[in-house]
């Protein structure tokens, strides 16, 4: 009788985590927490411009394609050739911001993320509207295309960067700080299920298969495109399961309706949190080894790019 009471009102579990805010202090945020607050809209509020300035201005050099205005070979088209190039070369400041200790000094490492960011959108951008959206010569065509290679590769790593960080700018998310976060949830669960074994042993049946590693990369991509349907269909099954069981329980322990369902939705509560961090865990694992391969291939891309490049200008310069 005792250790199911003790099952049903689960100890407090609490793991320090910067994945999850500290709500110790109730509902007040410290100056610290609205500053940040502030800088992420900001910076979000600074992509969205960002991106409707670009639009807007491939959308304009679309449409005065025809008409002149901007030739490669000469004039604003030409400049734009150039400063678009040169911003493509500039990204390597970032890798060597990060290697380089003579560079460490300039400015945050963040500040140069932003930078490489900023630069790696800007500048193709710049050289599509240089080319006026043709391809012309065979030098041309294939630096042209090279660079329209590696801007669709940035933008996937920017996607994987996004899924492995607390946001574009944020701090790297902590696999095994988030792996540890799921355990104790399963665990806190497991505490207030315990009154029923067949639903505690149905969520660590979950557990061991969610932490599995991927047998492959197929089997990697099908565990992300199912993940928030899997774990939707075990919620969804414990708690229709949960009703009966705690309406079973509530019956032999003489609990009135409001205290049954007061338990029931805590108990729901704690297993919506921990099969959303589990979700957490699996999808933070596919990504970071997706973003280790992105890392592999993108290098020689770029290195492509840099060699076409400066050969379509040695060539348009000598020939």
């Given at each position: 009788?005792?250790?199911?009471?003790?099952?049903?009102?689960?100890?407090?579990?609490?793991?320090?985590?910067?994945?999850?805010?500290?709500?110790?202090?109730?509902?007040?945020?410290?100056a610290?927490?609205?500053?940040?607050?502030?800088?992420?809209?900001?910076?979000?509020?600074?992509?969205?411009l960002l991106w409707i300035v670009v639009v807007?201005?491939?959308?304009?050099?679309?449409?005065?394609?025809?008409?002149?205005?901007?030739?490669?070979?000469?004039?604003?088209?030409?400049?734009?050739?150039?400063?678009g190039g040169s911003l493509m070369l500039l990204l390597l400041l970032y890798p060597l911001r990060k290697r380089l200790r003579s560079m460490r000094r300039w400015l945050h490492i963040r500040h140069w993320f932003r930078i490489h960011m900023l630069f790696g959108i800007l500048g193709p951008v710049l050289v599509v509207l240089h080319s006026g959206f043709r391809m012309g010569s065979t030098n041309g065509s294939v630096a042209l295309i090279s660079m329209l290679i590696v801007a669709i590769s940035g933008l996937m790593g920017r996607y994987f960067y996004t899924k492995i960080h607390h946001g574009l700018y944020g701090s790297r998310a902590s696999f095994e700080e988030l792996k540890l976060s799921s355990e104790v949830g399963m665990l806190r669960v497991?505490?207030?299920?315990?009154?029923?074994?067949?639903?505690?042993?149905?969520?660590?049946?979950?557990?061991?298969?969610?932490?599995t590693p991927s047998a492959n990369f197929l089997h990697g991509i099908l565990r992300i495109l199912l993940m928030g349907l899997w774990t939707r269909m075990v919620y969804l099954s414990i708690s229709s399961r949960l009703n009966h069981a705690l309406t079973l329980e509530a019956q032999r322990r003489g609990w009135s309706g409001k205290v049954r369902n007061e338990k029931g939705r805590t108990a729901k509560r704690h297993l919506a949190g921990y099969l959303a961090t589990a979700r957490k865990v699996v999808e933070l694992n596919f990504y970071e080894r997706?973003?280790?391969?992105?890392?592999?291939?993108?290098?020689?891309?770029f290195a492509m790019l840099v060699i076409t490049g400066i050969g379509h200008v040695v060539a348009v310069h000598m020939y």
């Amino acid at each position: 009788m005792q250790a199911t009471a003790r099952s049903l009102d689960a100890p407090r579990i609490r793991v320090r985590s910067s994945l999850a805010p500290n709500k110790s202090h109730g509902t007040s945020r410290t100056a610290g927490e609205h500053a940040r607050a502030l800088r992420g809209v900001a910076s979000q509020a600074g992509s969205w411009l960002l991106w409707i300035v670009v639009v807007g201005a491939l959308y304009f050099g679309w449409t005065i394609r025809d008409e002149g205005y901007i030739t490669a070979e000469s004039g604003l088209g030409y400049a734009l050739g150039i400063v678009g190039g040169s911003l493509m070369l500039l990204l390597l400041l970032y890798p060597l911001r990060k290697r380089l200790r003579s560079m460490r000094r300039w400015l945050h490492i963040r500040h140069w993320f932003r930078i490489h960011m900023l630069f790696g959108i800007l500048g193709p951008v710049l050289v599509v509207l240089h080319s006026g959206f043709r391809m012309g010569s065979t030098n041309g065509s294939v630096a042209l295309i090279s660079m329209l290679i590696v801007a669709i590769s940035g933008l996937m790593g920017r996607y994987f960067y996004t899924k492995i960080h607390h946001g574009l700018y944020g701090s790297r998310a902590s696999f095994e700080e988030l792996k540890l976060s799921s355990e104790v949830g399963m665990l806190r669960v497991g505490f207030m299920l315990d009154f029923s074994p067949a639903l505690s042993k149905r969520v660590q049946s979950f557990h061991a298969a969610a932490m599995t590693p991927s047998a492959n990369f197929l089997h990697g991509i099908l565990r992300i495109l199912l993940m928030g349907l899997w774990t939707r269909m075990v919620y969804l099954s414990i708690s229709s399961r949960l009703n009966h069981a705690l309406t079973l329980e509530a019956q032999r322990r003489g609990w009135s309706g409001k205290v049954r369902n007061e338990k029931g939705r805590t108990a729901k509560r704690h297993l919506a949190g921990y099969l959303a961090t589990a979700r957490k865990v699996v999808e933070l694992n596919f990504y970071e080894r997706l973003f280790s391969l992105w890392h592999v291939l993108h290098t020689p891309l770029f290195a492509m790019l840099v060699i076409t490049g400066i050969g379509h200008v040695v060539a348009v310069h000598m020939y």
